[in-house]
Protein backbone atom coordinates (compact mmCIF):
# COMPACT_ATOMS: atom_id res chain seq x y z
CA UNK A 1 0.00 0.00 0.00
CA UNK A 2 2.61 2.52 0.75
CA UNK A 3 4.34 1.74 -2.79
CA UNK A 4 1.32 2.40 -4.37
CA UNK A 5 1.13 5.75 -2.73
CA UNK A 6 4.56 6.45 -3.05
CA UNK A 7 4.51 5.71 -6.73
CA UNK A 8 1.30 7.60 -7.35
CA UNK A 9 2.66 10.82 -5.49
CA UNK A 10 6.06 10.46 -7.80
CA UNK A 11 3.96 10.44 -11.06
CA UNK A 12 1.62 13.31 -9.62
CA UNK A 13 5.18 15.12 -9.19
CA UNK A 14 6.71 14.05 -12.42
CA UNK A 15 3.29 15.42 -14.03
CA UNK A 16 2.93 18.87 -12.31
CA UNK A 17 6.97 19.25 -13.59
CA UNK A 18 6.23 18.79 -16.81
CA UNK A 19 3.51 21.23 -16.88
CA UNK A 20 5.57 23.81 -15.44
CA UNK A 21 8.25 23.16 -17.97
CA UNK A 22 5.76 23.46 -20.82
CA UNK A 23 4.98 26.76 -19.94
CA UNK A 24 1.33 26.33 -18.15
CA UNK A 25 1.39 28.28 -14.93
CA UNK A 26 3.77 31.02 -13.78
CA UNK A 27 5.59 31.17 -17.32
CA UNK A 28 5.73 34.78 -17.13
CA UNK A 29 7.01 36.82 -13.62
CA UNK A 30 3.79 39.19 -14.00
CA UNK A 31 2.02 35.57 -13.64
CA UNK A 32 4.27 34.51 -10.56
CA UNK A 33 1.62 32.34 -8.31
CA UNK A 34 2.31 31.75 -4.49
CA UNK A 35 0.84 29.73 -1.69
CA UNK A 36 1.46 30.29 1.92
CA UNK A 37 2.21 28.80 4.09
CA UNK A 38 3.42 25.51 2.88
CA UNK A 39 3.19 23.38 4.50
CA UNK A 40 0.06 24.14 6.05
CA UNK A 41 -1.13 23.06 9.30
CA UNK A 42 -4.61 21.87 10.21
CA UNK A 43 -7.12 24.65 11.04
CA UNK A 44 -5.13 27.46 9.34
CA UNK A 45 -6.04 29.38 6.07
CA UNK A 46 -4.18 28.69 2.84
CA UNK A 47 -2.96 32.18 1.44
CA UNK A 48 -2.62 32.77 -2.33
CA UNK A 49 -0.73 35.82 -4.30
CA UNK A 50 -1.16 35.83 -7.94
CA UNK A 51 0.71 38.83 -10.52
CA UNK A 52 -2.00 37.69 -12.53
CA UNK A 53 -5.87 38.32 -11.87
CA UNK A 54 -7.38 34.61 -9.91
CA UNK A 55 -10.53 33.06 -11.24
CA UNK A 56 -10.84 30.14 -9.24
CA UNK A 57 -9.13 27.76 -6.78
CA UNK A 58 -9.28 23.91 -6.86
CA UNK A 59 -8.20 21.68 -4.37
CA UNK A 60 -7.68 18.32 -5.48
CA UNK A 61 -6.44 14.73 -3.35
CA UNK A 62 -3.70 12.98 -4.67
CA UNK A 63 -6.02 10.54 -6.60
CA UNK A 64 -7.63 13.56 -8.14
CA UNK A 65 -10.53 13.80 -6.59
CA UNK A 66 -11.85 17.56 -6.15
CA UNK A 67 -11.90 18.31 -2.63
CA UNK A 68 -13.06 22.25 -2.74
CA UNK A 69 -13.35 24.25 -5.39
CA UNK A 70 -14.19 28.25 -4.66
CA UNK A 71 -14.20 31.07 -7.54
CA UNK A 72 -13.26 34.59 -6.95
CA UNK A 73 -16.17 36.82 -5.99
CA UNK A 74 -14.96 40.09 -7.38
CA UNK A 75 -13.05 41.32 -10.27
CA UNK A 76 -8.87 41.83 -10.85
CA UNK A 77 -8.83 39.83 -7.20
CA UNK A 78 -4.98 39.11 -7.54
CA UNK A 79 -4.78 37.52 -3.92
CA UNK A 80 -7.43 34.82 -1.61
CA UNK A 81 -7.44 33.15 1.75
CA UNK A 82 -9.12 29.88 1.85
CA UNK A 83 -10.32 27.86 5.01
CA UNK A 84 -9.37 23.97 4.36
CA UNK A 85 -11.36 22.93 7.65
CA UNK A 86 -12.63 20.19 5.82
CA UNK A 87 -8.79 18.28 5.01
CA UNK A 88 -7.23 15.80 6.50
CA UNK A 89 -3.59 15.78 6.82
CA UNK A 90 -1.92 14.63 3.49
CA UNK A 91 -0.81 15.92 0.20
CA UNK A 92 -2.55 17.60 -2.14
CA UNK A 93 -2.67 19.57 -5.54
CA UNK A 94 -3.89 23.25 -6.00
CA UNK A 95 -4.87 24.28 -8.87
CA UNK A 96 -5.83 27.78 -9.52
CA UNK A 97 -7.04 28.95 -13.18
CA UNK A 98 -5.39 33.11 -13.85
CA UNK A 99 -6.77 34.98 -16.56
CA UNK A 100 -6.33 34.01 -20.04
CA UNK A 101 -7.32 30.43 -19.24
CA UNK A 102 -3.92 29.65 -17.58
CA UNK A 103 -3.25 27.66 -14.38
CA UNK A 104 -0.56 27.27 -11.96
CA UNK A 105 -0.46 24.37 -10.12
CA UNK A 106 1.34 23.57 -7.05
CA UNK A 107 1.76 21.04 -4.22
CA UNK A 108 0.38 21.60 -0.83
CA UNK A 109 0.99 19.68 2.61
CA UNK A 110 -1.24 19.71 5.46
CA UNK A 111 0.22 18.17 8.78
CA UNK A 112 -0.94 18.14 12.28
CA UNK A 113 0.33 20.87 14.32
Known sequence: M??????????CSLAI???????????NPENETRIYP????????????????IFSI???????QLIIRKETDSFNK???AVRLEQCKRGVYIVKIRLKNNKYAIKKLLIKNQ
Open 17 to 27: SNLSAQGVGAA
Open 78 to 80: KSL
Open 38 to 53: NPLFLGQELHIQSGSE
Open 2 to 11: RLIFISIFFL
Open 58 to 64: ELLDMIG
